[in-house]
């Protein structure tokens, strides 16, 4: 048997999904059936280089329009300024670097990055690589509820007439915190117009926001903005930018010039197809608005039974602005990755940390952020529930949870 029949085998007990209650949205969703219909369709049948001469090439083209003008019309921008990548982090590094590298060709030396010390690794990567160039990087400082500063942000400004851009996330990956977008670039056009400055551009990470936001650039929108479709029930392995006229960003991908120069390499059609299909239907407001009502319902019953029947909890990035479906708890005395793989084992799937940083071993640099010498020994483990997440569910949740802290402390029965 080939080895993906039996991956998929009905007789592969770990196949049975159903038994299992997936709260780990934030890492990645699961795709939507009318995308994926989609995108199947274009795989059999749109097979030609969207760069091509031919009529097979021109059917490609001609999707790879649409998908393009569709993404436009949902986040109010026009066609051109849109780069189709292959995901956040790519988008995010071509983001970094590519306006990094714009500005030492313009001003003959590095400048200052501002930053904040919740970053995705996505974003805090590159700037480290940069400061090995010369860079500075600035991080705001945070509260320990996760908001940053925005009287810190205008004194960086202030104090630093070399900073080339400010790169910020919308919504916190591992707090769910939401970043005031029009807040913080309202400060920097302030700024740049009272230093008549073009300096600095403002990039922002829009990568957890699609579910639960608005990511219309309508107006006081970021200069350059990261999305993908991995955490919006679309595809893996695509993603994209905005990427404002005017802006000059130097390409980190060289080839044969694809997307306008910025990002080489043969378009995929059907995962952009898939993309701005997923995109296009997050971000219908009257369906983003009631799954944000069910998501927060069910994430405060989740919070409840959890401080009703376990002591000695935690809870990160406790404010009011925050998207509705995460939950971020530390249990103290108990490791937390021994807690996510009994969970797992059990049928519940949760995160110690961002998937992105499971690779390596590390400490947690959002608590670190929050907490610097305070910081839980215990780490932190991460519910971000979709809207199939049921209230049975959670009470089952809480049930196995609750063995395991109590088996972990010594207080089972």
Not at 98 to 107: H, T
Not at 330 to 338: C, I, K, M
Request: net charge positive; hydrophobic share 35%; charged share 25%.
């Amino acid at each position: 048997m080939n080895w993906f029949k039996k991956l998929f085998s009905k007789n592969n007990p770990k196949n049975n999904y159903r038994k299992r209650v997936y709260l780990d949205t934030a890492a990645s969703t699961p795709l939507d059936k009318e995308v994926a219909d989609l995108m199947n369709t274009i795989n059999e049948q749109i097979f030609g280089n969207p760069s091509s001469l031919h009529e097979e090439g021109g059917r490609a083209k001609k999707i790879l329009t649409e998908a393009r003008s569709s993404l436009a019309e949902v986040l109010s921008c026009s066609p051109e300024e849109i780069v189709f990548t292959s995901g956040g982090t790519e988008s995010n590094n071509l983001a970094i670097f590519g306006l990094a590298r714009s500005y030492v060709k313009k001003e003959g030396k590095p400048g200052v990055i501002i930053t904040s010390p919740l970053e995705h690794q996505s974003v805090l990567g590159p700037l480290k690589a940069l400061e090995k160039e010369g860079w500075q990087i600035k991080k705001l400082g945070v509260s320990k509820a996760g908001e940053i500063n925005l009287k810190e942000l205008r004194e960086i400004l202030q104090t630093n007439v070399d900073v080339a851009f400010v790169t910020l996330a919308y919504v916190n990956n591992e707090l769910g915190i939401i970043n005031p977008i029009r807040d913080i670039v309202k400060v920097i056009n302030r700024f740049k117009k009272d230093t008549g400055s073009a300096y600095p551009y403002f990039h922002a990470d829009y990568c957890q926001a699609g579910r639960f936001l608005s990511l219309s650039l309508k107006s006081l929108a970021p200069d350059l903005v990261s999305f993908n479709g991995s955490k919006i029930y679309g595809p893996k392995g695509v993603g994209g930018m905005v990427i404002k006229n005017g802006v000059k960003v130097e390409p980190i991908f060289l080839g044969g010039g694809q997307e306008r120069g910025l990002r080489s390499g043969t378009e995929n059609v059907a995962l952009v197809a898939g993309l701005a299909r997923a995109l296009g239907k997050v971000q219908i407001e009257s369906e983003r608005e009631k799954n944000n009502m069910i998501l927060k319902k069910r994430r405060d019953y989740l919070r409840e039974l959890i401080f009703a029947d376990i002591k000695d909890v935690i809870e990160h990035g406790k404010t009011d602005a925050k998207v509705p479906h995460n939950l971020n708890l530390t249990f103290r005395g108990v490791d937390s990755e021994l807690v996510v793989i009994e969970l797992d084992e059990a049928g519940f799937a949760t995160s110690s940390g961002s998937a992105c940083a499971t690779n390596k071993k590390s400490e947690n640099h959002v608590l670190e952020a929050l907490y610097e010498k305070e910081k839980p020994p215990e780490s932190s483990i991460r519910f971000s529930l979709g809207t199939d997440v049921s209230e049975s569910d959670i009470r089952k949740l809480v049930g196995v949870l609750t063995e395991i802290i109590k088996r972990h402390r010594g207080e089972a029965e």
